[in-house]
């Protein structure tokens, strides 16, 4: 991979990002919780539901990047004030997204990791910002990027002194039309031997199709991901954003309940296995 330095995957060292005692980069995080905040009590319902389900951190858009100039663009700061109270009340850390430069500083006060969308991923100002900081980044995938393009991504965050950098692999656009995106699970094994750094996979937007989500996050976990990132919306009917693909808090918990033990399957064949 041409011009990584401090991305480039170093044998037997994988980047661990404690997050207020939640570990990325050893064993399976799950982050869960609307595609935006809507309101305050929407918000709370998904939080105390994703973690009674089991997720150990809180997602939720504060700042949406839409495709319509029209459609709703987030809640801004009062958003952000919903999920401090959410993580108040649950003790899950916050993923939020980030897309204007000029708002990092401030935002970065509210939110435990700064999540790149996959429309930024190449807005150089926008990484470079959040290299300094001095949060851990959640750096999703380009729907048109090739490893190499996002690792150097990557790598403009590590530059800027930034070495808490988690990769998600959101869904590539190919011809497929069915699904919203197309699930590129070979990243998963090919991040591994290409970077240190942690790889999430997020079956929600890659495929946009509530009845494949389950089946994708298992065979994520199977892969030998780090985590997982998956919408969650009391009431999918009702949601402002993405509700067709989110997770009701019941169909949530029941793929929390067969990922859980197919990833202590693994964990323990992986520990026994001979090479
Ligand atoms: C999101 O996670 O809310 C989101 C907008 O995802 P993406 O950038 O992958 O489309
Ligand atoms: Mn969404």
């Known amino acids: 991979m041409k011009n990584l330095k401090l991305a480039s995957g170093k044998p037997g060292q994988k980047t661990i990002i404690d997050i207020d005692g939640v570990t990325i980069g050893s064993g399976l995080v799950v982050i869960a919780g609307p595609c935006s905040v809507e309101s305050e009590e929407q918000m709370l319902a998904a939080a105390h ?5 089991g997720a150990q951190m809180l997602r939720g858009g504060a700042f949406k990047p839409r495709t319509s100039p029209y459609a709703f663009q987030g809640l801004g700061l009062q958003g952000l004030k919903i999920l401090e109270k959410a993580k108040k009340e649950t003790g899950l850390p916050i993923v939020t997204e980030v897309i204007d430069p000029r708002d990092v500083s401030w935002i970065a006060e509210f939110a435990d990791v700064l999540q790149i969308g996959t429309r930024n991923m190449q807005n150089f100002a926008l990484l470079k910002e959040v290299g300094k900081s001095g949060k851990p980044v959640f750096l999703k995938r380009g729907m048109h990027s090739t490893l190499e393009e996002w690792l150097n991504c990557a790598e403009y965050i590590l530059s800027e002194g930034n070495p ?3 990769l998600c692999e959101r869904g590539i656009r190919t011809f497929e039309k069915y699904t919203r995106n197309t699930l590129d699970l070979s990243a998963v094994p ?3 031997e290409l970077t240190h750094l942690p790889i999430i996979i997020d079956p929600t937007h890659s495929t946009g199709r509530l ?10 976990v199977a892969a030998g991901c780090d985590g997982l990132m998956i919408e969650v919306h009391a009431k999918p009917e009702e949601a402002l954003c993405d509700g067709a693909q989110s997770m009701t808090p019941a169909i949530f918990k029941h793929l929390m309940d067969r990922i859980l033990p197919l990833h202590s399957f693994l964990a323990d064949t992986h520990s026994t296995a001979e090479p």
């Open 49 to 53: 539901a994703v973690k009674e389900a």
């Open 164 to 166: 808490d950098v988690i």
């Open 190 to 192: 090919a991040i591994q």
């Open 211 to 220: 009845s494949l989500i389950e089946p994708m996050s298992m065979a994520a």
